[in-house]
């Protein structure tokens, strides 16, 4: 009650009421807010927005997406090769991206005409965020290094010399595809892509010491082999990337008895060169725009140790690419 009367602020009256036991520890109140003052506030660890929850570095994540079904299936939209008006065409999307609507829901008429009208009314609205850049992941096999020069030799077997033509085979044509095993009508599973400008690749520039590391580590993967068979079996395998984009649509082609593709115009923007399938570990960096390459070499701390992963015998993520 006399606190309730009095003028004595709040900071006088806490100051007050512990007085013995604040004066015999701390001698006054205020000390004891200077105290607290000067305590360091909990801090926590900062987060590298480059290393995942594993600990390792992230996977390189860009506008140019892998070529599955379903982002194959929506580039077609894009360029506009189904028929918004087509009710097989829209089917046959809701087949693709939407597997689980599509077996309970075919089969209700009343329930299917709206699924049908919901996904027009989404394809229309979304068509200009629908993709229409993609990577293009193959194998290539290096040669020596020229420490010299700084680069990494490309054995003659892996080069791209005046590459035009390339035959993608992303997708298993015999995979099941809710339900489907056979070509969905105008859905083709993979590309032919005709290229603007031929495309070359025979050597890799490589700073000395992420070509030491990668080497080191990919001698690794014969460790415990003998002598004779680490000799016939070593290899130096990397990743390129190339970043495309899809200019026009040509065709739709089928080479003998052969799954359909669809046959397209494009531009290769740049490539990245990687030591694992993953894209984890950066080696090279090119882009082509305006029609001029912008180089970039990884440095070795760009690329922690153990963020490597190199490839392993599962070939699952790759399938192979034909070039011409």
Request: hydrophobic share 40%.
């Amino acid at each position: 009650m006399f606190f309730q009367n009095s003028n004595v602020s709040v900071r006088t009256r806490l100051c007050v009421i512990p007085a013995l036991a604040v004066l015999a520890l701390f001698g006054f109140c205020p000390a004891v807010a200077m105290a607290q003052d000067a305590m360091p506030a909990e801090t926590t660890p900062a987060v590298d927005p480059l290393i995942g929850d594993d600990g390792k570095l992230k996977p390189v994540v860009d506008e140019y997406v892998p070529m599955t079904i379903e982002n194959l299936s929506k580039m077609y939209w894009a360029v506009a090769l189904p028929n918004i008006d087509s009710d097989d065409d829209i089917d046959n999307y809701l087949l693709i991206n939407e597997c689980e609507m599509y077996t309970k829901f075919y089969h209700n008429d009343f329930e299917w005409q709206e699924i049908r009208r919901v996904t027009r009314d989404y394809i229309q609205k979304n068509i200009t965020q629908f993709p229409q850049t993609f990577e293009v992941i193959m194998p290539i096999y290096l040669d020596r290094y020229d420490i010299g020069a700084e680069k990494f030799l490309i054995e003659p077997e892996s080069q791209f010399i005046g590459v035009s033509r390339l035959d993608t085979r992303y997708n298993n044509v015999s995979d099941d595809i809710c339900g489907v095993k056979s070509t969905i009508e105008n859905y083709p599973r993979n590309l032919v892509l005709n290229f603007n400008l031929p495309f070359s690749l025979r050597d890799i520039p490589v700073k000395p010491e992420v070509a030491e590391f990668y080497m080191q580590e990919s001698l690794r993967q014969f460790e415990g082999l003998p002598n004779k068979l680490k000799l016939m079996n070593y290899e130096r395998v990397a990743f390129v990337r190339l970043k495309v984009t899809m200019l026009q649509f040509k065709e739709f082609t089928r080479v003998g008895n052969g799954p359909l593709k669809g046959v397209f115009f494009a531009r290769i923007d740049g490539y990245d060169i990687f030591a694992d399938q993953n894209k984890r570990l950066l080696m090279y960096s090119e882009s082509f725009s305006n029609g001029k390459g912008k180089r970039r070499r990884a440095k070795q701390n760009e690329n922690p140790v153990d963020a490597l992963v190199l490839p392993s015998e599962d070939k699952g993520l790759l399938k192979p690419t034909v070039v011409e």
